[in-house]
């Protein structure tokens, strides 16, 4: 019996492995998305109002995600909520620092929501 215990520990230990390598590839995947989204949305509504860019990159992002992984209602409506206090959090400082670098601010928030989420590295 012992030496089933310790196969299932040592299972379990690479599934974890797998799952939080998993994890990390997705974070840094969504936020690469996310960027490159903000940025497409700056460039294609220009003067436009910012929930119509708003509800763009959201849809963008949802869309790539779906693609990826499949997400329960919960998982789902949790990353809309997610993602739109992220979208928010990023344009605010996009209004509040215009002409700086808000591609590093937006970084920096990146870094906040992984050092809050103790799967992210």
Do not use: C, Y
């Not at 089933?4 to 998993?22: D, M, N, P, S």
């Not at 119509?52 to 209602?73: A, D, P, R």
């Not at 344009?91 to 103790?118: C, S, Y």
Request: cysteine-free.
């Amino acid at each position: 019996m012992k030496m089933g215990k310790v196969v299932i520990a040592v299972l379990l230990g690479f599934v974890q492995g797998i799952v939080k390598r998993t994890a990390n590839l997705m974070w840094a995947d969504i936020w690469e998305k996310l960027f490159a989204a903000i940025a497409e949305a700056e460039a294609q509504f220009l003067g436009d109002g910012g929930q119509l860019k708003k509800q763009w990159v959201m849809e963008t992002v949802e869309g790539w995600l779906k693609e990826k992984v499949q997400l329960n209602f919960i998982q789902d409506l949790l990353f809309k909520m997610l993602l739109s206090r992220v979208v928010d959090a990023i344009i605010a400082e996009l209004n509040a620092t215009m002409g700086h670098d808000w591609i590093l601010k937006a970084q920096e928030v990146e870094r906040q929501f992984a050092g809050w989420i103790p799967l992210i590295d």
